[in-house]
């Protein structure tokens, strides 16, 4: 079985940085893809970026692009998330994600196989 867990969350002034870490472990496998949704309370989970992880193509929610990048370490079975000019409106838990058996499409949340737990950030104006 396979686990994702995130870390690098907290609390930080609107237009300061984070950089979230999530590593994978357990049984080796390939991913296909993983990425980052996150979730504000009442609000439905939403997709913000996704990494190939053999092609490196990435994908970005339209709210992040130009603020955030992603990127992987592909031994360590790791994907990194940093995030740049943080609004109070990021503020939500962020839950990495990761597809391993196809089917996949970028920011679809039925797709995903794997979830972390969740990381909190919290972004105060």
């Known amino acids: 079985q396979i686990q994702l867990v995130e870390s690098g969350g907290g609390s930080v002034q609107a237009g300061r940085s984070l950089r979230l870490s999530c590593a994978g472990s357990?049984?080796?496998?390939?991913?296909?893809?993983m990425g980052w949704f996150r979730q504000a309370p009442g609000k439905e989970r939403e997709f913000v970026a996704s990494?190939?992880?053999?092609?490196?193509?990435?994908y970005y929610g339209n709210s992040v692009k130009g603020r955030f990048t992603i990127s992987r370490d592909i031994p360590k079975t790791t994907v990194y998330l940093q995030m740049s000019s943080l609004k109070p409106e990021d503020t939500a838990v962020y839950y990495c994600?990761?597809?391993?058996?196809?089917?996949?499409?970028?920011?679809?949340?039925?797709?995903?196989?794997?979830w972390g737990q969740g990381t909190q950030v919290i972004v105060s104006s």
């Open positions: 994600s990761m597809n391993v058996y196809g089917g996949y499409s970028p920011g679809v949340r039925e797709d995903i196989d794997y």
């Open positions: 357990g049984r080796a496998v390939s991913p296909l893809a």
């Open positions: 990494i190939g992880w053999n092609s490196g193509n990435i």
